[in-house]
Structure formats: C-alpha cells, structure tokens
C-alpha cells in the first residue's frame, strides 16, 4: 500500500501562484509514474501533469504547459506542482496519483495510477 498526503492548495488571486506537494508513504516503486489530475465543479476529472522516473521524464496537458512545472525531491519521497500565471479556469480540486511505471501513452490516463490522495482546493479569484 502507497499513501499520498497532499497540501499546499488555498485561495490565490489570478496571475498569483501556488506550490502544490504530495509525499509518498509506505511500499513505494523503485520506478514509477506520479502526477496530478484535477476536477473542476460540474467536469471530468482531467490530467494536469506526471514525472515518471526511471530516468527524470515530466508531461503537461496543454493547457497548463509553460504555467506549471512538475519536480520532486528524491529523499523526502515527494512530488511538487508550481503553478504560475494561475486563472480562474485552474479552480478545482487537485489530485496526486501514484502507480507503477507506466509507458507513455498511459501517463495521461488515470487507469495509470494505483494510489490517489484526498484531493486539495485550489480556488483562484479576485
């Protein structure tokens, strides 16, 4: 079993910018893909952006690319998403996802993903 704690969501004005983090506890993969989706009210969840190591590989959906950055710090186990240039339309709940290594055409696709977190808020309004 994998746990995911995430922190890191609130509320931030738009054009303002928020870091997201998501630490892995417990029989984590020695490779593995890890990401984030997120669910806005009223839509399907959607794939934000993934690291999948064995090697240092980072995906982006198109409308965040250039805006957020994916990173992680190998010995604290944890995945960070800065996100810059924040909209309203970036509101919604964020989701860290964690699975086994997975071949690139399934980073996107949440069928990926073994382990989810709680989710965290983001909300960007003025």
């Known amino acids: 079993q994998v746990h995911l704690a995430e922190s890191g969501g609130g509320l931030v004005q738009p054009g303002g910018s928020l870091r997201l983090s998501c630490t892995a506890s417990?029989?984590?993969?020695?490779?593995?893909?890890m990401g984030w989706f997120r669910q806005a009210p009223g839509k399907e969840r959607e794939f934000v952006g993934a690291?999948?190591?064995?090697?240092?590989?980072?995906y982006y959906s198109d409308s965040v690319k250039g805006r957020f950055t994916i990173s992680r710090d190998n010995a604290k186990n944890t995945l960070y998403l800065q996100m810059n240039s924040l909209n309203t339309e970036d509101t919604a709940v964020y989701y860290c996802?964690?699975?086994?290594?997975?071949?690139?055409?399934?980073?996107?696709?949440?069928?990926?993903?073994?382990?989810w977190g709680q989710g965290t808020q983001v909300t960007v309004s003025s």
């Open positions: 690291l999948r190591y064995r090697g240092y590989h980072t």
């Open positions: 417990g029989e984590t993969y020695t490779t593995y893909v």
């Open positions: 996802a964690y699975g086994p290594y997975a071949i690139t055409s399934s980073v996107p696709q949440e069928l990926a993903y073994r382990y």
